[in-house]
T-cell receptor
C-alpha cells in the first residue's frame, strides 16, 4: 500500500498559467516533505521542501502547501514555463528512520507554449 | 565537482548473470542510497548506508547486496539477475546533519535482464 500518493499521472498547463501538483500521504509520522523534479535520462533534482510544523514554503515561482489535517501536500508553480515540463515526485520522511524518504509515483507536467 | 556519478549508464544481462553497479560522490556525504524506479511505482529504496563500512536494508532489498568500503563509493551487486530486476537504478547521497537531508541523485543506470 503506497504511503505517498500522487493520483494524477499527468497534467497539462498553458505557459504563464498556474500548475498545481497534488500529493496525499497516509503516515502521520512523516515530518518532512520534499518535491523533486526529474527530466528524462537524468536523476531527480531537489526542488523545494517543507517541515511538518509549517503550512507553506515559498521559493521564487514555487510554493509548497501542507495541510496536515487532510494529509495533503501541493506544489504550485506560478507562472509555469515550458522548462518546467518534467516529472515531479513528492517525497516524505519518517524522522525515526533518519534520512530515508518514501517517494510517490510522480506526476508528469507538460507546459504548453 | 561532479556530484554523484554512476557507472555503467546502460547494461543488458541474461538471467542468472551477475553485475555490480558503482556509485561515486565527491561531496563528502555520509549517507548514500540505492533506489530502483519502475513505471507507476516512484522510487523505492533498496539499500542505504549511513557511513563507511555500514549498510542497511531498505524497502526492496531482496536479490541485491551492497558494500561501502570507502566513504565516496557505494556498490550495488546483483548476484543472480532476474527479469524482475529490470529497472532504472538511481544512487543518491546526502548530508547526515540537520535539515531535510536533501538527497542528490546520480543520472541513473538502465538495466535490462533478459
Amino acid at each position: 500500500d503506497q504511503q505517498v500518493k500522487q493520483n494524477s499521472p499527468s497534467l497539462s498547463v498553458q505557459e504563464g498559467r498556474i500548475s498545481i501538483l497534488n500529493c496525499d500521504y497516509t503516515n502521520s509520522m512523516f515530518d518532512y516533505f520534499l518535491w523533486y523534479k526529474k527530466y528524462p535520462a537524468e536523476g531527480p533534482t531537489f526542488l523545494i521542501s517543507i517541515s511538518s510544523i509549517k503550512d507553506k514554503n515559498e521559493d521564487g515561482r514555487f510554493t509548497v502547501f501542507l495541510n496536515k489535517s487532510a494529509k495533503h501536500l501541493s506544489l504550485h508553480i506560478v507562472p509555469s514555463q515550458p522548462g518546467d515540463s518534467a516529472v515531479y515526485f513528492c517525497a516524505a520522511r519518517v524522522a525515526v528512520y533518519g534520512q530515508n524518504f518514501v517517494f510517490g509515483p510522480g506526476t508528469r507536467l507538460s507546459v504548453l507554449p | 565537482n561532479a556530484g554523484v556519478t554512476q557507472t555503467p549508464k546502460f547494461r543488458v544481462l541474461k538471467t542468472g548473470q551477475s553485475m555490480t553497479l558503482l556509485c561515486a560522490q565527491d561531496m563528502n556525504h555520509e549517507y548514500m542510497y540505492w533506489y530502483r524506479q519502475d513505471p507507476g511505482m516512484g522510487l523505492r529504496l533498496i539499500h542505504y548506508s549511513v557511513g563507511e563500512g555500514t549498510t542497511a536494508k531498505g524497502e526492496v532489498p531482496d536479490g541485491y547486496n551492497v558494500s561501502r568500503l570507502k566513504k565516496q563509493n557505494f556498490l550495488l551487486g546483483l548476484e543472480s539477475a532476474a527479469p524482475s530486476q529490470t529497472s532504472v537504478y538511481f544512487c543518491a547521497s546526502s548530508y547526515s546533519i540537520g535539515g531535510a537531508g536533501t538527497q542528490y541523485f546520480g543520472p541513473g543506470t538502465r538495466l535490462t535482464v533478459l
